[in-house]
């Protein structure tokens, strides 16, 4: 009993030590058929920026359409949702090329507190017309950092360029979509 203790207890310590050591993403070892482009750390690295905002954008998503209340709930707390997969599903496109780039990406959640660009989330009912522009400006947030790596990737990686490429017209279109419903006609 005392050696299947004693092995949980070096197991729990060099598991504690890896997670301490490896913040971040991070290269891994090649194997197999895994040979060709190497990716930089600068790539990795924007590419990470692009991960952990969708990460946020996904889970401040959900405290919204948990929380919306007021005049046409119904269909910003679905459109939420349409948003919240949106995200979910670009952050784990980015996950995986960074994979696909021999990098290990690190959507954990001190990590995703730590780096995102995106403002707080508001605690509480948030009625739909606050929730609107809230959302907007999450939307765009994210946005704003997908853009501002752009340059560098598309220089180093035209294939990661082109998934980013599909990430800023979804997200885009996603802004355009919410806040029209707080917007007035133009005269």
């Given at each position: 009993?005392?050696?299947?203790?004693?092995?949980?207890?070096?197991?729990?310590?060099?598991?504690?030590?890896?997670?301490?050591?490896?913040?971040?993403?991070?290269?891994?070892?090649?194997?197999?058929?895994?040979?060709?482009?190497?990716?930089?750390?600068?790539?990795?690295?924007?590419?990470?920026?692009?991960?952990?905002?969708?990460?946020?954008?996904?889970?401040?998503?959900?405290?919204?359409?948990?929380?919306?209340?007021?005049?046409?709930?119904?269909?910003?707390?679905?459109?939420?949702?349409?948003?919240?997969?949106?995200?979910?599903?670009?952050?784990?496109?980015?996950?995986?090329?960074?994979?696909?780039?021999?990098?290990?990406?690190?959507?954990?959640?001190?990590?995703?507190?730590?780096?995102?660009?995106?403002?707080?989330?508001?605690?509480?009912?948030?009625?739909?017309?606050?929730?609107?522009?809230?959302?907007?400006?999450?939307?765009?947030?994210?946005?704003?950092?997908v853009r501002e790596v752009h340059d560098e990737v598309d220089?180093?990686?035209?294939t990661s360029a082109d998934l980013l490429h599909a990430i800023?017209?979804?997200?885009?279109?996603?802004?355009?979509?919410?806040?029209?419903?707080?917007?007035?006609?133009?005269?």
């Amino acid at each position: 009993m005392a050696t299947a203790t004693s092995s949980k207890s070096t197991e729990s310590k060099a598991s504690s030590t890896r997670a301490a050591s490896s913040v971040g993403p991070h290269s891994v070892r090649e194997e197999n058929a895994e040979k060709g482009f190497q990716a930089s750390a600068q790539l990795i690295g924007d590419l990470q920026r692009v991960l952990i905002d969708l990460i946020e954008l996904h889970l401040q998503g959900k405290q919204a359409h948990w929380n919306v209340v007021g005049k046409n709930f119904r269909d910003l707390h679905l459109q939420l949702d349409e948003i919240i997969d949106a995200a979910r599903e670009f952050s784990d496109d980015v996950a995986e090329r960074l994979r696909a780039l021999h990098a290990s990406p690190d959507g954990r959640t001190a990590t995703v507190v730590k780096e995102t660009s995106l403002p707080p989330y508001p605690n509480g009912e948030i009625d739909t017309a606050e929730t609107v522009d809230l959302i907007t400006a999450r939307l765009d947030a994210a946005v704003a950092t997908v853009r501002e790596v752009h340059d560098e990737v598309d220089d180093e990686d035209p294939t990661s360029a082109d998934l980013l490429h599909a990430i800023i017209a979804g997200l885009e279109k996603f802004s355009w979509m919410v806040s029209a419903e707080n917007r007035t006609p133009s005269a």
